[in-house]
């Protein structure tokens, strides 16, 4: 992979191959069996018979960063683990992505005391956040079906990578919303001023 | 004890899902001879008073009367401050320095026994009074009688409090986690280090009631450029 | 004052340290224990917690005693209505007011059920973590029928907060007795499939019996409570030594273990969750059929629904209630329960206040976590799994 990675331009040619490649990995994703808190529990129950998180997504969990392509936070992030939970996320290869699962990892929860890190996307760069506390079995199917729909446009081997390609991603699919919903004039309007909808309206920049 | 149906016959009598009576060294089941009196002695069904029921779980709620003060009164005199009751509860508050004698009088005295240690904990009475800031609280279980007993100490904030690891093996992570987050020092403790803190936290001891509830620092992960930002950001500087 | 503890780096050379992580698939969670081994016998174990430290108890001295009940789910989590009922039975005898008689027998039958469903937990991951994998998937299959009744009941599976103080504030919802009924018709077959499984399994006993054995006199020393303790052969279950609620009116028996080893403890709690079935199936027959839910009249009580709507005396007191808070007498309490893994105690120091001065829990498997040295010396690594599992933690409520 790394002889081809990053070295085409996006062509026909190359989106089907990712595409191949991707729908390989969305349909595959290895989990990192990582619960910190309550909803571990949850997490456990939506692997276990009656939601069966696993077997029907083809989704297996291995113990190992190193044989996991998915991270599951599920818990709160204490400072004490944070480091630990930065290690982790070193040691898993590349393509990986971060679930970001109910209150705690997402914000920090109820608890916002001294020994807890306010939300796991200040350790590790996040996918999906699923809100809840817990959230329900269901709630984290959701988040996982969406990071589906994420995986499923991940560039190999067209040259896309980090935080900036994100935003562009991003920007690019409220773009095609807009135009779905009204028309094309809304989708000039972003284009033309540049500032994507979110920023324009909250004046919130990102660097 | 409870009985199942029985399983096949062909199974080793060790294998059986029935649990029988312990079949204890004799000393030890002599000494744990179970219930003075009985709690409660409840026959049929009876009105409940939506009123707290005291029930007598910590002893007779008389000086006079509770042989746990009567017995400490007359070994240790003038080392028993104070008694107080409140709904049930029985609170005696000592003298700190002779805590770990205390404990081992209330263990080792045959008609208390009190050999289970339920509770340590420490009170910040920074609010409440100046001193000493501390209160260490024992919260001792006696077994054969079934009734508990509080011990406070007062410990002021350079003053180390003596440790009851030698009376009890459970006061080892009680009296940790005490250090941890009041920092009291236990003077004879074998291995006093930070728990539920990472060891080398230096910003202080989180349950003093001068320490702010969000901490003084945030937590930056180092070489981490893509934190998310958050929109309103909280001072921490002594929230 | 800095405390400098000399450890010493074995000078032996046979000795390893080996560090099982904050991350592993058997620790129950974010427990680290360094063991230190000489071969595969253990000479040395450290266990250090507090990766899931989050300041409960400092949020407990900021919050009305109204407020403060959600953060008591999340500390044992899967076993959360012990944990509110415990808290709440505090903050009732700090005030003087118990719950009227139908509330308390549904009280009993939500722990009862909650103790099943934490033992199902237990059970689940202990047999995953010693091999048998096929019976968390059992368990946790049982477990989803207890969770359903949870949220029918309340709302919420997990996270529960579903006790009040002065009993229930709202209605039981119709068909919930049905469910319960259900479940009780359905479990006792299930727990003898487990049974079956595991009680006499050759390989099950090879691996638990003679395993981290836990002398009565140390188990005492060590204040352990609940299945540690009573598979050592202490009998010592606040339900019969100091009861609360409705159970000194129940029939039920608790079973004592004799050799005080993995296997005892097992059959235990395996005990325990029939004698919880036999404790719903009393409550369910002797509770009265109707009856208050809720204490009235009482200004620590949360007003009833309907006059709060209609009555604007009520709606005034309802607000009060919701934002002040009620202030509690002056006074410090411990109440203790017993929880599904042992003595839960909650210490609360009230200075008259709207808001507790001290809120402590006393939880059980932080007590109950310090014996694994005890009984990990001289044992094989691959005890170690087990033992952690025997105890029954759930590192929530260790750090707290």
Same mark, same amino acid.
């Given at each position: 992979m790394g002889l081809i990675e990053g070295k085409f331009e996006k062509n026909v040619l190359t989106t089907s191959v990712d595409w191949l490649f991707n729908w390989g990995r969305r349909s595959s994703l290895w989990w990192l069996q990582f619960g910190l808190a309550c909803c571990a529990i949850e997490m456990i129950s939506a692997s276990m018979p009656r939601f069966d998180l696993s077997e029907r997504f083809g989704m297996l969990y291995r113990a190992t960063p190193r044989q996991a392509d998915l991270m599951f936070v599920a818990g709160t992030v204490t400072k004490k683990m944070a480091p630990t939970v930065r290690t982790l996320y070193d040691q898993m290869a590349d393509p990986k992505w971060v679930i970001s699962m109910g209150s705690c990892a997402n914000v920090g929860g109820p608890f916002d005391t001294y020994a807890v890190v306010q939300g796991v996307d200040q350790v590790v760069p996040v996918d999906v956040y699923v809100p809840g506390c817990p959230p329900l079995p269901e709630g984290l199917y959701y988040g996982v079906l969406e990071l589906q729909n994420k995986v499923i446009k991940y560039e190999t081997i067209a040259k896309q990578h980090g935080v900036a390609a994100a935003d562009i991603e991003r920007d690019q699919d409220r773009i095609a919303a807009r135009a779905a919903i009204t028309g094309t004039d809304a989708a000039i309007v972003s284009s033309q001023t540049g500032l994507s909808s979110r920023e324009a309206t909250t004046g919130l920049r990102r660097d | 004890m409870s009985q199942n149906p029985a399983p096949d016959a062909g199974t080793p009598p060790d294998a059986q899902e029935t649990t029988q009576l312990p079949a204890l060294d004799t000393q030890v089941a002599a000494e744990l001879a179970?219930?003075?009196?009985?709690a409660t002695d409840q026959t049929g069904v009876q009105e409940i008073n939506p009123v707290w029921v005291y029930s007598g779980y910590w002893g007779p709620l008389d000086e006079a009367q509770h042989p746990a003060i009567i017995g400490l009164r007359a070994q240790f005199g003038d080392a028993i401050e104070e008694v107080t009751f409140f709904r049930d509860e029985v609170t005696v508050r000592v003298r700190t320095e002779q805590l770990a004698e205390i404990c081992t009088f209330l263990r080792d005295t045959p008609d208390l026994?009190?050999?289970?240690?339920s509770d340590l904990t420490a009170v910040d009475m920074l609010n409440l009074r100046s001193e000493p800031r501390f209160d260490v609280v024992v919260t001792l279980y006696s077994i054969p009688r079934r009734w508990r007993l509080r011990l406070k100490a007062g410990v002021r904030e350079d003053q180390p409090c003596p440790t009851l690891t030698t009376v009890y093996a459970a006061a080892g992570w009680l009296e940790r986690e005490c250090y941890d987050m009041f920092g009291i020092v236990f003077a004879g403790h074998p291995d006093l280090r930070r728990m539920l803190?990472? %060891?080398?936290?230096? %910003?202080?001891?989180?349950?003093?009631?001068?320490?702010?509830?969000?901490?003084y620092k945030q937590y930056v992960q180092p070489g981490f450029a893509g934190a998310a930002p958050r929109i309103r950001e909280t001072p921490r500087e002594g929230a | 004052m800095q405390i400098e503890v000399e450890r010493q780096?074995?000078?032996?050379?046979?000795e390893l340290v080996l560090n099982m992580g904050p991350q592993h698939p058997s620790t129950h969670g974010v427990l680290r224990v360094v063991l230190t081994l000489e071969g595969e016998t253990i000479v040395a174990t450290d266990p250090i917690i507090g990766y899931l430290h989050r300041g409960v108890e400092k949020i407990g001295e900021n919050r009305r005693y109204s407020q403060f009940t959600p953060w008591t789910d999340r500390t044992d989590y899967v076993a959360a209505p012990l944990n509110n009922l415990g808290y709440i039975l505090a903050v009732e005898k700090l005030c003087g007011i118990a719950a009227p008689e139908r509330a308390q027998y549904w009280r009993v039958i939500m722990a009862e059920l909650s103790r099943i469903a934490s033992h199902l937990v237990w059970l689940g991951t202990h047999a995953l973590d010693i091999g048998a994998l096929s019976m968390s998937l059992y368990c946790f299959r049982e477990r989803e029928d207890i969770l359903d009744i949870f949220e029918r009941f309340c709302g919420a599976r997990l996270t529960t907060n579903m006790m009040e103080i002065g009993g229930f504030s709202r209605e039981i919802p119709e068909g919930l007795t049905d469910m319960v009924e259900a479940f009780l018709k359905k479990f006792p077959a299930h727990q003898q499939e487990y049974s079956d499984l595991l009680t006499q399994n050759p390989i099950w006993i090879a691996r638990t019996r003679g395993v981290g054995i836990i002398e009565p006199e140390a188990a005492i020393s060590y204040g352990l409570t609940g299945a540690c303790l009573r598979g050592s052969g202490i009998n010592y279950d606040i339900r019969k030594a100091? $009861?609360?609620?409705v159970y000194d009116r129940l029939d039920f028996e608790v079973p004592i273990g004799t050799r005080g080893d993995v296997y005892d403890r097992y059959l235990v709690r395996m005990e325990e969750m029939r004698q919880a079935l036999r404790i719903i199936r009393q409550c369910l027959d002797q509770m $009265?059929?109707?009856? $208050?839910l809720m204490l009235n009249e009482s200004n620590y009580v949360i007003p009833p629904h309907a006059t709060v709507l209609r009555t604007a005396e009520d709606m005034q007191r309802h607000f009060v209630w919701v934002i002040k808070g009620f202030e509690a007498p002056k006074g410090e309490v411990y109440m203790a329960i017993e929880h599904s893994k042992g003595e839960l105690g909650y210490y609360i120091y009230s200075d008259g206040t709207n808001t507790p001065y001290r809120m402590r829990l006393r939880t059980p498997d932080f007590v109950n976590l310090q014996v694994l040295p005890y009984m990990a010396q001289g044992a094989m690594l691959a005890d170690v799994v087990a033992l952690i599992g025997t105890i029954d933690i759930v590192l929530g409520s260790v750090d707290r």
């Open positions: - | 179970p219930v003075i009196e009985p026994k009190y050999q289970m240690v803190l990472a %060891e080398d936290w230096d %910003e202080g001891h989180p349950l003093r009631k001068d320490y702010p509830m969000r901490g | 780096i074995g000078e032996n050379r046979r100091q $009861p609360y609620l $009265p059929t109707d009856g $208050p």
